[in-house]
């Protein structure tokens, strides 16, 4: 069975650095690419860095049911395709999820076995410099990003688990602590460990 790891932070939190670090160590996973109206920035791909799509083509998909989840940030619509999750599932691989805390919600209320985990900046002040030095947006979009930050940082309770990152190779060694201990839970190895048990003749009784 295939777990699914949903990862919400504030925009310039180190998420994305994360998830990417992780995609590379681990060929056990597939990434959710999500679909989105906004327009491509430069360097990114389509199919890659997202499904980029119209409105209509977004509203299409969002009535049709071929949606996970949805949701407007900054006046754009994001979303998860149902296809990705089937694919993981097929392929017998975990799906990460980089989403906001809207779609986190959504997706958790038809996952309930899906695994949250949000990643925290050291500090408002940490998390505005590196906004400021990652790119060259203007004030107003930055204090946008920092607004919405306090929002996103105020439901990290509903999240499984949280990491601080202040330390990159850190936080990342306890991001993939995560995945390997959820992997180990009995529900997740069942259909492994069935013929271990089956060669003891021991069933699925302890003791």
């Given amino acids: 069975m295939s777990s ?3 990862i919400s932070a504030p925009s310039g939190s180190g998420k994305s650095t994360l998830v990417r670090r992780l995609m590379e160590s681990d060929l056990n996973l597939i990434f959710s690419t999500s679909v989105t109206t906004r327009l491509a920035r430069p360097g990114e791909i389509d199919g890659h860095s997202y499904d980029f799509v119209t409105r209509a083509q977004f509203m299409h998909m969002r009535d ?3 949606l996970l989840e949805s949701a407007e940030v900054f006046g754009n619509y994001y979303g998860t395709s149902r296809a990705v999750l089937e694919r993981a ?3 017998g691989r975990d799906l990460i999820l980089d989403i906001d805390v809207q779609g986190a919600a959504q997706l958790k209320e038809k996952l309930p076995e899906a695994v949250t985990i949000f990643i925290l900046p050291p500090s408002k002040t940490e998390l505005e410099a590196r906004l400021r030095n990652r790119s060259s947006d203007p004030d107003e979009v930055i204090e946008r990003r920092l607004s919405e930050a306090r929002k996103e940082v105020a439901n990290f ?3 499984d688990y949280v990491l601080v990152n202040d330390q990159l190779d850190a ?3 306890k ?3 995560v995945l390997i201990a ?9 259909s492994a460990i069935e013929p271990i048990l089956e060669s003891f003749k021991a069933g699925t009784n302890n003791g």
């Fill in 4 to 6: 699914v790891f949903i």
């Fill in 64 to 66: 049709n049911g071929e």
């Fill in 89 to 91: 599932r097929q392929a």
């Fill in 157 to 159: 309770g509903f999240y």
């Fill in 171 to 173: 936080s990342f060694d």
């Fill in 175 to 177: 991001l993939r602590s």
């Fill in 182 to 190: 959820e992997r180990c839970r009995q529900k997740g190895v069942a």
